[in-house]
């Protein structure tokens, strides 16, 4: 993992110093709030629909044991014992006090935390395959380069000010975990036809009301480019994208007015005339970011563990648990783990205090010290060895950790919704916890395999439901909440957008809706096929009419 | 409002000389009848990607802020100093916040027309000591001092 040098651990403290000094500037009133909001979005500082919601970044979604201890001691002493895992790999407090957040800060920074750039019209925290270094089809670790572009867009005195907020997302590996091609940039790591290394450049995807899968600019960015590339990409958007309308501000606006063509000429162009001696990292500052990042001293082991077969032999819930939240590893006699925050009925991507705590503990013990957030809302032990999983397993069962759901029906991805977003048309958790109670029947869940159901609570689309194979969205028709339903979206290598069916409906007609659409499926599936293979095969008049038919 | 003048490190307040203003567009349509005019003005929707006329003969270049959100004067600053290698003085005009000037100073700006003082302006430039990109101002980023710092032991 990354460590900071003193260069890091100064900037993130005279930057905490700079924000102890805004805050008191606007208690004084010498700062208005209009001029305030966008100095605290950028240290991650939302005013929400009851109190001050607080998002602490989690640099490509990696945290340590120590720093998985720091989250939950700040839950503990600021908040009300929880945190709430986000979709973009961070964590968000809902109960912190403005005048406690400077202290906060100092805290966090005590384990190399904090809260830059989560939230403003500047480049956000990078996110990256939250099984990086770790996956068996990962073509190289996206991690150092996620760490390079943290550096770089960290207080970029150029790009501070866009006209909307900015994500990038990077994959090194062939099966897309982290969206890619849904992110303003999303960038692809893989070896060419000569065996080099370089980024696949998709830029100008997107949700949110107008949602866009993004384009392909360049198939083949050797990789010490990398943030040279970005700054012709940024300078062009920070110059051309829209700011006289909020709603087409964001890059995929640009990219789809002018075409892809064009806007990868302007890019190319401007990357050419760009000095990239002074931006691009030098072999020394790219071989000692990357030397954080050496695979932990695996053992030599078998593939095949003794102890876990017995195990899988004597205890079904186990192997269900194997089966359903465990990863196949890139070392031989290791397993990456997913611990699921997605129980039965909860609130999806919620974590207490204990629990997080309790995660460190495991990661210390059985993963070399090592967690990581998913963009799906779940955590993950990236390296354990296959003869612990029994172990680890217990302890989290321990802890409602065990949840064996990963990637099925019931690992939905909800926004807060009304519950706590000024935003939201309607509330998306209690959605997501009735489907998640209708179909808690694991045997059921695993027959339906692969099921991505995602739900919004407005056209923001927080909640990704563009891109789920069920997409919910929340929408305000003369002050009712009523969903809307979608399908056919993928946010994976085969990204796709839903397409809308049906009419609006009820809080509780939506949760029979999705039963039904899935019941068509089970009929209609031709052997293991995923629910999203199903419904490309017969189209969407196929699952209106079924939606119709029942109804 | 105040004058600042940048200079490394500090912010000295200057009087408004009687400049004589010219925007871009009527300057590059007629120069002949705008050669008295010392200070250019150009708005932050011009494409300076295809400025070829030669701008050094200005003393001062103004940008402008229109509303402290909108950033594209600090592309067009690094623009004029990178790639025009403009050498006179770019005012950032308009709404100026002082959590901006450090920014604008690495992006090239040197003059500012801003509400508060000298002093303040000084403080927030010294807010940071290091950056991790290269900018127009003289210091070195990170990864520079990383490597020169590991050369020397």
């Known amino acids: 993992m990354y460590r900071y040098d003193e260069f890091d651990a100064t900037m993130v403290a005279e930057r905490n110093a700079q924000f102890r000094g805004q805050i008191a500037r606007r208690l004084s009133g010498e700062l208005t709030e209009e001029q305030f909001k966008p ?4 240290n991650g500082l939302y005013l929400q629909l009851h109190a001050y919601m607080l998002r602490v970044a989690i640099p490509y979604g990696t945290l340590s044991s120590r720093q998985m201890r720091r989250l939950a001691y700040v839950a503990r002493k600021y908040d009300k014992g929880y945190g709430h895992f986000t979709t973009r790999q961070n964590i968000q407090y809902n109960w912190p006090a403005l005048v406690d957040v400077p202290d906060i800060f100092d805290d966090l920074a005590q384990d190399e935390l904090h809260a830059i750039q989560t939230s403003g019209n500047c480049i956000r925290n990078v996110t990256a395959d939250q099984y990086a270094g770790a996956a068996a089809d990962e073509v190289e670790d996206p991690r150092p380069y996620a760490e390079m572009i943290r ?4 207080l970029h005195p150029e790009f501070s000010w866009l006209p909307r907020k900015f994500k990038i997302a990077v994959t090194g590996a062939e099966n897309d975990r982290s969206a890619i091609r849904v992110h303003d940039i999303g960038l692809r790591l893989h070896k060419n036809d000569e065996g080099d290394f370089g980024f696949e450049v998709i830029v100008g995807g997107g949700m949110g009301r107008t949602p866009f899968i993004g384009h392909t600019i360049r198939e083949f960015l050797p990789r010490e480019y990398l943030l040279s590339y970005l700054e012709a990409i940024l300078r062009v958007y920070n110059l051309q994208g829209r700011r006289d309308n909020l709603y087409k501000a964001r890059i995929k606006i640009l990219v789809n007015a002018k075409g892809a063509e064009e806007f990868r000429d302007l890019v190319e162009a401007e990357w050419r005339a760009i000095k990239k001696s002074e931006i691009d ?6 071989a000692r970011i990357k030397a954080y990042f ?32 465990c990863a196949n590893h890139k070392i031989p006699g290791y397993a990456i783990a997913n611990i699921s925050l997605k129980p039965i009925g909860g609130i999806p991507g919620d974590a207490s205090d204990a629990q997080m705590d309790a995660i460190a503990d495991l990661a210390e013990k059985y993963s070399f010290d090592e967690i990581r957030v998913s ?21 989290l069962v321990k802890h409602e950790l065990a949840t064996p759901n990963i990637g099925l029906a019931s690992d939905i991805i909800a926004c807060p919704g009304l519950d706590y977003c000024k935003l939201a048309n309607t509330r998306s958790i209690p959605i997501a916890q009735k489907i998640s109670e209708r179909f808690a029947d694991f045997d059921d869940q695993e027959s339906l395999g ?12 927080c909640g990704h439901h563009h891109v789920g194979h069920i997409g919910i969205l929340g929408v305000d028709k003369r002050g009712e909440e009523f969903y809307q339903i979608t399908l056919g979206g993928s946010g994976a290598e085969d990204a796709a957008l839903g397409e809308i069916v049906g009419r609006g409906l009820s809080a509780d007609n939506v949760v029979d809706a999705v039963a039904k659409l899935i019941e068509h499926y089970r009929q209609a599936r031709q052997d293991k ?23 | 409002m105040t004058l600042l003048k940048y200079s490394s490190g500090q912010f000295f307040p200057s009087i408004a000389e009687g400049q004589v203003e010219v925007a871009l567009h009527e300057w590059r349509e007629n120069p002949q009848v705008h050669a008295d005019a010392t200070a250019l003005v150009i708005s932050n929707d011009e494409n300076l990607a295809d400025l070829v006329c030669d701008i050094s003969g200005f003393d001062t270049v103004v940008l402008e802020y229109p509303s402290f959100l909108d950033g594209r004067a600090f592309s067009q600053a690094r623009i004029l100093r990178e790639r025009l290698h403009y050498s006179g003085e770019i005012r950032a005009r308009g709404d100026v916040l002082r959590d901006q000037i450090a920014f604008m100073v690495r992006c090239g700006i040197n003059g500012f027309e801003f509400a508060d003082g000298a002093a303040s302006a000084t403080e927030a430039v010294a807010e940071f000591t290091n950056a991790y990109q290269a900018g127009v101002d003289e210091a070195a980023p990170i990864w520079r001092q990383r490597h020169r710092r590991a050369r020397a032991a």
């Open chain 1, 39 to 42: 100095l605290r979005l950028m």
């Open chain 1, 529 to 551: 096929e995923r629910f999203l293979d199903t419904y490309r095969r017969l189209g969407a008049d196929n699952f209106k009419e079924a939606l119709n038919d029942a109804a």
């Open chain 1, 375 to 395: 963009h799906e809302q779940n955590l993950v032990l990236p390296h354990v060895k296959k003869d612990d999983l029994f172990a680890v397993w217990t302890a």
């Open chain 1, 151 to 154: 550096q770089w867009s960290t």
């Open chain 1, 294 to 325: 050496a695979p932990p001293e695996f053992e030599d082991l078998h593939d095949e563990s003794v102890a876990l077969n017995e195990r899988l032999a004597s205890s079904s819930e186990f192997a269900r648990w194997r089966r359903t939240n």
């Open chain 1, 450 to 461: 692969e099921l991505k159901i995602k739900i919004s609570g407005c056209i923001n689309a």
């Open chain 1, 281 to 286: 990292l030098p072999v020394e500052e790219r």
